[in-house]
């Protein structure tokens, strides 16, 4: 059978109402994603906001409050703590053979996972805007369009971080040891960036540290957000998040294989 755009086409929609009907049976998922960085956004910054002011720096125009400065980051947390969750699921259908039957299709591997990755992306961009919508209500105002503007940023970071956590996924042989190795990488790559801190405090705090996050591919996310929220264009920011994207997109790719985790487990592949 000659597979045409349409066949293409219609595995893209049967992989994201998937995904989306698994979001909307998992209420306690949407709500447990808004609830970690609303808590940031209104208890820490309430107390770091009288010791943390923040001088006037790119993208922003004038002083603003820590509240301001640390809502891109939290999206982008949101899109993390989704892309890292994400991976584990595809940790479980490997293991229960759901991911298995998806392989056997006639279409190409590589745009099977490129389906679940940009489909995992499409799905959390939806928590992200109610993020941006709730933290109008502590002053957290950008600019009108740039609720636009911010659009394929997120998009490239979230399929960015889920391709990492596919990374990952893909050499984990049991699921009982992915909630371990996450706990490696989410905390790190959140704390150690800059969603939290401008990059300067960083550096009058500690040297080294400031050189961790400045090799830290979260930061560069973090900052590309940052400045399309504001309508402005991070192109150093830009170069490396899409750099990063396709790296790890085509090792999770190749590094993908039901058969290690069959192995990994003592089942024999299908």
Known sequence: ??????????????ILTREYLRFIQQRTRFFSALVRPLLWLVVFAAGFRAALGIAIIEPYETYITYEVYIAPGLCCMILL??????????????????MRVLLMSPLPRWFLLVCKLISIA????????????IALLVAVEPPLWGYLSVLPALLLVAVMLGAIGL???????????FAGVMNFVIFPMFFLSSALYPLWKMQEASEWIYWIC???????????????LYL???????????????????????????????????????
């Open 214 to 228: 400045i090799a830290n591919p979260f930061t560069y996310a973090v900052e590309l957000v940052r400045h399309a």
């Open 1 to 14: 059978m000659k597979i045409s755009p349409t066949h293409y086409w219609y595995c893209f929609q049967g």
């Open 167 to 177: 990374f990952i996924s893909s050499w984990i042989k049991q699921l009982e040891n």
């Open 232 to 270: 402005k264009f991070d192109s150093v920011a830009f170069s490396v998040t899409l750099a990063i994207t396709l790296i790890f997109s085509v090792l999770a790719i190749t590094g993908f294989n039901p058969q290690r985790a069959a192995a990994g487990t003592g089942k024999k592949p299908n």
């Open 122 to 133: 499409l799905v959390s961009l939806l928590q992200v805007y109610a993020f941006l919508i």
């Open 81 to 98: 703590f989704n892309g890292m969750q994400s991976s584990l699921s595809m940790v479980y259908d490997r293991e229960m053979g759901s």
